[in-house]
T-cell receptor, first 114, second 111 residues
Framework: KAGVTQTPRYLIKTRGQQVTLSCSPISGHRSVSWYQQTPGQGLQFLFEYFSETQRNKGNFPGRFSGRQFSNSRSEMNVSTLELGDSALYLC?????????????FGPGTRLTVT | QKEVEQNSGPLSVPEGAIASLNCTYS??????FFWYRQYSGKSPELIMSIYSNGDKEDGRFTAQLNKASQYVSLLIRDSQPSDSATYLC???????????FGGGTRVLVKP
């Protein structure tokens, strides 16, 4: 079974621009979560989508948004990029409906904001 | 106080020895606990999940959970140089798939 895929793998953007990242979950997985990883803050939860609905949201500003499509693929968008948004953005998929299940991470998108 | 705490290390262990990693969490309603391994430049890889008090073994890995003490640990037996990585403890409450991660423990296995 194919794993979680994320595109693009690397991205360089300029401050003020916006960016869209894509995630395809493991086949059959309906939950997709997004995380941001930085050296200073570690791994932090952004949001989770299940059956096209945002089910959980982390403590990030409204510039960070996401959506999920009917085939469970998900996108996240960051508008008005700031230098501090430079990070590894990780997507994780899970079978779980209610409650926490095992989450499997994709390879991540490395975003650099200059 | 951080919600999930781990010793940052590095934890240096000789090849063949047991590596013992600890994690404490603050949210008493936490119900699901996970250990991930992350190699430098790579994404986290799930190695263990544990949901009930006690021990769970999978190959060379054993996870231990004590909800009363809000403590979860990971033992790596017969440590190999390929086990050198950062190990992340993750905790989830009953409210969906939100994982809260500790800062990770860096493990170095020396031949």
């Amino acid at each position: 079974k194919a794993g979680v895929t994320q595109t693009p793998r690397y991205l360089i953007k300029t401050r003020g621009q916006q960016v869209t990242l894509s995630c395809s979950p493991i086949s059959g997985h309906r939950s997709v979560s997004w995380y941001q990883q930085t050296p200073g803050q570690g791994l932090q939860f952004l949001f989770e989508y299940f059956s096209e609905t945002q089910r959980n949201k982390g403590n990030f500003p409204g510039r960070f948004s996401g959506r999920q499509f009917s085939n469970s693929r998900s996108e996240m968008n960051v508008s008005t990029l700031e230098l501090g948004d430079s990070a590894l953005y990780l997507c994780a998929s899970s079978l779980a409906g209610q409650g926490a299940g095992e989450q499997y991470f994709g390879p991540g998108t490395r975003l650099t904001v200059t | 106080q951080k919600e999930v705490e781990q010793n940052s290390g590095p934890l240096s262990v000789p090849e063949g020895a047991i590596a013992s990693l600890n994690c404490t969490y603050s949210d008493r309603v936490s119900q699901s606990f996970f250990w991930y391994r992350q190699y430098s430049g790579k994404s986290p890889e799930l190695i263990m999940s544990i949901y009930s008090n006690g021990d769970k073994e999978d190959g060379r890995f054993t996870a231990q959970l004590n909800k009363a003490s809000q403590y979860v640990s990971l033992l790596i037996r017969d440590s190999q140089p390929s086990d050198s990585a950062t190990y992340l403890c993750a905790v989830s409450s009953a409210a969906g798939n939100k994982l809260t991660f500790g800062g990770g423990t860096r493990v170095l296995v020396k031949p």
